[in-house]
């Protein structure tokens, strides 16, 4: 079971995959029907990994959603203890604190990481359009049905804001402005 990042281009701009992912990463072709047919027609997709698979490149925007609500919870259980406010407040600091020092890595960045998004801008400039979906498998990556959600088309220069918040099975998709009449 691995999450697995499949990008797309225009088929006319395929070298474009080795191009922009060619070093530190591993390219692999994939034909997924179900990412074939929610990516615009005439892409050809590739997945990307670090060697294995592309666990490594997401983390999840909910993961922060979960921490907020985790330190609510707290906050409920100190006050029922009928703390004082500041005392909850110094509590609650000190298990943020700790828990940064412990995931110091992962607190840094939710959606797709820094370096993906910066080539998947790339890719984006330099074949006019992109799309990107990732996947938790549990089967075979080219024969498992998926249900992906569509979003909205954004700009290229809207991947960064946009890949943060990316959830799994969305297909985030983006065009060079320029080239949006002819996408």
Same mark, same amino acid.
């Given at each position: 079971m691995c999450s697995f990042l499949t990008i797309g281009v225009p088929e006319h701009f395929a070298n474009s995959f080795a191009?922009? =992912?060619?070093?530190?990463?591993a390219?692999?072709?994939?034909?997924?029907?179900?990412?074939?047919?929610? =990516?615009?027609?005439?892409?050809?997709?590739?997945?990307?990994t670090d060697g294995h698979c592309s666990c490594s490149f997401y983390r999840d925007p909910k993961a922060r959603t979960d921490e907020v609500d985790r330190?609510?919870? =707290?906050?409920?259980?100190y006050?029922?203890?009928r703390w004082s406010q500041a005392k909850i407040d110094?509590?609650?600091?000190?298990?943020?604190?700790?828990?940064?020092r412990g995931d110091r890595i992962n607190s840094a960045w939710l959606g797709l990481r820094a370096d993906i998004v910066e080539r998947l801008s790339e890719l984006c400039r330099l074949a006019g359009s992109v799309a990107?979906?990732?996947?938790?498998?549990?089967?075979?990556?080219e024969?498992?049905?998926?249900?992906?959600?569509?979003?909205?088309?954004?700009?290229?220069?809207?991947?960064v804001a946009r890949a943060a918040v990316l959830a799994e099975d969305e297909v985030l998709h983006a065009v060079s402005r320029k080239l949006d009449s002819h996408c």
């Open positions: 191009e922009i =992912f060619g070093r530190g990463y390219i692999h072709w994939m034909e997924n029907a179900s990412i074939l047919t929610a =990516f615009p027609h005439g892409y050809t997709t590739r997945i990307i330190l609510l919870r =707290f906050q409920n259980k006050a029922k203890l110094r509590a609650i600091a000190h298990i943020e604190a700790a828990h940064q990107a979906v990732i996947h938790m498998y549990h089967g075979e990556i024969k498992v049905p998926l249900t992906l959600k569509r979003t909205p088309i954004c700009d290229c220069g809207e991947l």
